[in-house]
Structure formats: C-alpha cells, structure tokens
C-alpha cells in the first residue's frame, strides 16, 4: 500500500470520539509529508508539513502500514535501526486507538 493510500485509509478508518482534545500529528512516511489533524468528530490529512505539530511522526512506510493497519506498534529494532521516530509516546499511543 503506498502512503497516499494508508493515509487515505486512516481518514476511513477513524474513530469519533477518541481524542480529547484538538491534535495536530506531523507524518514523514518514506519521502511523503502529511499534516493529519484529529478533533472529536474527524480526521483531516491533507499533503504538507505544519509547523508545531503535537506529534512528529518519521517512519518507514512498512513500519507506519503495520501501525495502521495492524495497530501494531513499531518494536525496538525499528527504533533503533532509525525506521520509526516519534516526538511523543503518549500521542502515538493515543493515535493506535483511534482507528479501527
């Protein structure tokens, strides 16, 4: 699947009602940029970075599938191998429940 694809899935895949709060995820797959905004009611993604994300998110595009698509979260050697990056480990386990 490729990164347009999964970010066009996780629109689908949402989840009202899971957030507390407006949040701003900033989303580097492979070469592809994406700014996601979750509230209450939605997900947004739309092409592009946006400056003061809540959440930075560089990852691998096969890692970042599994998150979505598995809800399976990225292991230890993802990390240290450099395929998975997150500004904040709260709001990445807070992304995995809001999607089906």
Known sequence: MTPDQLVAEMTRRYVPGKVP???SYYLSIGEHKYTMRLSA????????????????IKSDPAVFAKLVLE?????????ARG????????????LQDCFR
């Open 71 to 79: 809800r399976k979260a990225p292991g230890p050697l993802d990390i």
């Open 83 to 94: 395929k998975f990056k997150t500004s904040d480990v709260s709001l990445l386990a807070l």
């Open 21 to 23: 709060r407006a949040l």
């Open 41 to 56: 009611e939605a997900c947004a993604i739309t092409p592009g970075k946006v400056e003061n994300a809540d959440c930075v």
